[in-house]
T-cell receptor, first 112, second 107 residues
Framework: DADVTQTPRNRITKTGKRIMLECSQTKGHDRMYWYRQDPGLGLRLIYY???????NKGEISDGYSVSRQAQAKFSLSLESAIPNQTALYFCATQWGLNTEAFFGQGTRLTVV | AQRVTQPEKLLSVFKGAPVELKCNYSYSGSPELFWYVQYSRQRLQLLLR??SRESIKGFTADLNKGETSFHLKKPFAQEEDSAMYYCALYNTDKLIFGTGTRLQVFP
């Protein structure tokens, strides 16, 4: 079944560690997004990509980096994790303009 | 700047009562607006979009350009409607979300 899959689902890491969150999709969509969800703040856009050679910053990209290794894969990295990056992270995919976005199950990240 | 505002963090109603979840936006062009829903332990999913003008699970939303609003309505709430609801705006090249409203429907 075509889907959007995030790994890991849960992760606890220490302050200062590098961590990578991965997203893969079998929908064949060109656009991929990374959001973080915090209580009271909703979903905020971190990075987005329209194809393998296209990477764009969202509203809260500081402290994060991304890699679009293939059309189907979009990874989010925290180079040096800090506690206020503790959040629920969502990957989403979309085909073309103004269409439905499909979300992964989310990755719950805790930085201690 | 383009923005989506959902003024209510929590909305509590009893089963059978009408529901209105508010969404206001700021956008200079013609907006493309959506409502997404997140049920407990499930991923976000599209509920409806303004261009389709359809009713999903009894919910409707009308775009009011004069008031820059896209409120979500349902005449009779059901317990299974309890969820987190996000209004979203497609802004040229990305999808922007509001802060969300949690709807609680009591029996």
């Amino acid at each position: 079944d075509a889907d959007v899959t995030q790994t890991p689902r849960n992760r606890i890491t220490k302050t200062g560690k590098r961590i990578m969150l991965e997203c893969s999709q079998t929908k064949g969509h060109d656009r991929m997004y990374w959001y973080r969800q915090d209580p009271g703040l909703g979903l905020r856009l971190i990075y987005y990509s329209f194809d393998v050679k296209d990477i764009n910053k969202g509203e809260i990209s500081d402290g994060y980096s991304v890699s679009r290794q293939a059309q189907a894969k979009f990874s989010l990295s925290l180079e040096s994790a800090i506690p206020n990056q503790t959040a629920l992270y969502f990957c989403a995919t979309q085909w073309g303009l103004n269409t439905e976005a499909f979300f992964g199950q989310g990755t719950r990240l805790t930085v201690v | 700047a383009q923005r989506v505002t959902q003024p209510e963090k929590l909305l509590s109603v009893f089963k059978g009562a009408p529901v209105e979840l508010k969404c206001n936006y700021s956008y200079s062009g013609s907006p493309e607006l959506f409502w997404y829903v997140q049920y407990s332990r499930q991923r976000l999913q599209l509920l409806l979009r303004h261009i389709s003008r359809e009713s999903i699970k009894g919910f409707t939303a009308d775009l009011n350009k004069g008031e820059t609003s896209f409120h979500l309505k349902k005449p009779f709430a059901q317990e299974e409607d309890s969820a987190m609801y996000y209004c979203a705006l497609y802004n040229t090249d990305k999808l922007i979300f509001g802060t969300g409203t949690r709807l609680q429907v009591f029996p």
